[in-house]
């Protein structure tokens, strides 16, 4: 395989960008797997039906309808770098917002609930945009960030597996994206000032025929034509990284979703 590979730069058109074809299956798949434990954290802060709320990253638009739901007399702004799957979302005190994150500003005190998934690990600046969060809040307002920490590569069994996780890894490096962040986020709430920080922790496995385990096929079959495409990878490793997830001997920790939130004084 060829040294010289021309990566994306940016997340809007990398291996998760919306031009992708299976990309709004992915985000389904998605949605399908990580909602209850968004719902759940959401919940034991407690959503107010009145709060002003602010859906980061929001996808295909899961988290946004249902705080649309929870926040029936409040309000919720839903930002994307590309909104084609937020359209058919039809609530009176829904905004759907085009922009990337980076770049929106937003007044001091706006929101009393921020919310992002799976999203400030895909942002360069993310720290920045974690500081300005913060400001965005009112006094009392909530500021919730779930992220993957991924496991290294090496930690895995599978030689064919590390392979296909290493043109992966570039592709992140390649487009600033940081899948170690992720265990940072309560103590970089805490220097930002928040308090009554929180954590909770959910450990994802491939091979248990869970709804992870559904996304992750899709989600590797994605990166598996980006990664063809850009010669990272044969047309036979991807048979073969494809084929160990289905075998049905087949089992491994993959990554591990943390979910921190803390609260603006």
Not at 105 to 129: Q, V
């Amino acid at each position: 395989m060829g040294q010289d590979v021309t990566l994306a730069s940016d997340y809007s058109t990398g291996v998760l960008s919306k031009d992708r074809p299976t990309e709004f299956e992915r985000i389904n798949l998605l949605q399908d797997w990580i909602d209850p434990e968004t719902r759940a954290v959401l919940s034991q802060i407690g959503v107010v039906p009145d709060w002003r709320c602010l859906e980061i990253g929001a996808g295909a638009g899961s988290v946004a309808d249902w705080l649309s739901d929870q926040c029936a007399e409040g309000t919720v702004t839903a930002v994307d770098i590309d909104t084609r799957f937020l359209q058919e979302l039809e609530r009176p005190n829904l905004r759907v917002l085009r922009g990337d994150i980076g770049e929106l500003e937003f007044a001091p005190k706006s929101f009393d609930l921020i919310h992002a998934r799976l999203t400030f690990c895909h942002l360069p600046n993310r720290n920045e945009i974690l500081a300005r969060a913060v400001q965005w809040l009112a006094p009392g307002g909530w500021l919730v960030i779930g992220d993957h920490f991924s496991l290294p590569e090496e930690f895995s069994t599978y030689e064919l597996r590390r392979r296909f996780l290493g043109g992966i890894a570039k592709l992140w490096e390649a487009q600033g994206t940081d899948m170690n962040w992720a265990p940072t986020m309560p103590s970089r709430m805490a220097q930002a000032g928040l308090r009554d920080i929180g954590t909770r922790a959910l450990a994802n496995s491939v091979g248990d025929g869970s709804a992870y385990d559904r996304f992750t096929l899709v989600n590797t079959r994605q990166h598996c034509d980006y990664l063809i495409e850009r010669g990272l990878l044969t047309a036979d490793e991807m048979r073969g990284v494809l084929n160990q997830l289905a075998d049905p001997d087949f089992f491994e920790l993959r990554t591990i979703t943390v979910y921190a939130w803390g609260r603006r004084p």
